[in-house]
């Protein structure tokens, strides 16, 4: 199928750091703003325990359990970019970036309604959630974060990460760390120390004289905080800010819901460290041919399990983490892989007991029941479907918590 590759999908690793290569059309850049519009949804019935999955011309509501879609939004959603969605604390609402439009879509998640559309700086690909009033949007194009309040839907603050005013970045935020976050650049050498409250970088930790900085994570039990820079993973004390340890591995890094474990992706080994050592200890490694992406784990009170879906085939794994093996895999749909690209992303969620996973080649979404490790539904959506949001319990992963 010959649907086009979203911008957000590639990403190129180049000598001396990483860069992200976009592909597809952009936006121009608007003036700050927000749009209440409302959009349609054809039920009021709340969406605890449903997904919301984002193709070119719908977001198609599944209720996982039925393995159906149940609902839909389509008004004004038209060969649509979709970036990193967020879902707020309380589950009221949806925010995800539309990147053709360089703007962030606020779905109220008990009507099913888009109710704001909100302006921001071109180029955004991800978005946090550190407080409960705010949604943070990253525009890699001006380096900088769109702090967007959740109470109006508008645009308050505007804060400048990256050093060149460029470049596309992410942000680290933990309870434990009160009003201090630190972002990362792939243009910077290093982590910004950003002031959530006073809302600016306030520091800067300079990790070497070039490259750039992206994946990151943060271990409660330890005060550690990782950062991918290059090819090596950096530890920082977070007490003090300095520099404790240099890992001759990086990737993306997924914490463990009971906060013991922090999986790494290096290639086709997923390395998995003690996240309670301040030695940041390898326990184990697991290889997962294919491109593993996307971990997430669950607990079925016995065995901890860890599912990726991988980027160069059509297949998830589900691995035992007391033994460190790949117990099963799973057919779970293709993506689009452009001949060039160096590095493909693929989403992968969990929701409650379920691991979600979108294949935008073949217009589906792959519903697995991970108290089973089966495939139990390919729920039909459009082709290009990349991007979702459980509305629920989703434990931990990505950003460490639900913000």
């Not at 592909?23 to 003036?31: I, Q, V």
């Not at 008004?75 to 589950?91: E, F, K, R």
Request: proline fraction near 3%.
């Amino acid at each position: 199928m010959d649907q086009p590759v979203k911008r957000r999908r590639v990403v190129q690793a180049i000598t001396g750091g990483i860069a992200v290569s976009l592909a597809g059309c952009l936006g121009d850049d608007d003036d700050d703003g927000g749009d209440t519009t409302d959009r349609n949804g054809d039920s009021g019935d709340g969406s605890e325990g449903l997904a919301y999955a984002f193709a070119p011309n719908t977001i198609s509501i599944i209720d996982p359990a039925e393995g159906a879609v149940v609902d839909e939004i389509t008004d004004g959603i038209d060969d649509n970019d979709w970036g990193d969605p967020q879902i707020t604390a309380d589950y009221s609402e949806i925010y995800v970036i539309e990147g053709s439009l360089d703007q962030v879509l606020a779905i109220d998640t008990e009507s099913r309604e888009v109710v704001a559309e909100v302006d921001i700086g071109p180029d955004a690909t991800h978005m946090y959630h550190p407080n409960d009033d705010e949604i943070w949007a990253h525009s890699d194009g001006e380096g900088a974060f769109y702090v967007i309040e959740t109470s109006s839907h508008e645009v308050t603050e505007i804060v400048d990460s990256g050093l060149e005013g460029e470049g596309h970045g992410k942000l680290l935020y933990h309870d434990d760390l009160g009003s201090t976050g630190y972002a990362t650049n792939v243009n910077d050498p290093g982590a910004p120390v950003i002031d959530l409250d006073s809302y600016e970088r306030s520091d800067f930790l300079e990790f070497g004289d070039d490259g750039g900085t992206h994946y990151k994570a943060y271990s409660p039990q330890t005060g550690l905080a990782y950062f991918e820079y290059g090819d090596e993973t950096v530890v920082v004390d977070t007490d003090t800010n300095e520099i404790v340890d240099e890992l001759a591995f990086a990737g993306g890094m997924y914490l463990t819901p009971d906060e013991e474990l922090l999986g790494v992706l290096d290639g086709d080994e997923i390395r998995f460290l003690d996240a309670t050592s301040d030695d940041s200890t390898e326990l184990d490694s697991v290889t997962v041919e294919g491109g593993p992406d996307a971990l997430r784990y669950y607990d079925d009170g016995d065995t901890m399990y860890g599912f990726t879906a991988n980027t160069m085939n059509d297949e998830a794994a589900a691995i035992d983490l007391d033994s460190f093996d790949v117990v099963d895999t799973l057919a779970v749909g293709d993506i689009e892989r452009p001949e060039d690209a160096h590095h493909l992303h693929r989403t992968g969620v969990a929701g409650d007991e379920y691991f979600l996973t979108p294949a935008d080649a073949d217009g589906f979404v792959a519903v697995v029941d991970m108290s089973t490790q089966e495939v139990v539904d390919h729920v039909d959506v459009e082709d290009g479907v990349d991007t979702i949001q459980y509305v629920g319990d989703s434990g931990t992963g990505y950003t460490g918590t639900i913000r």
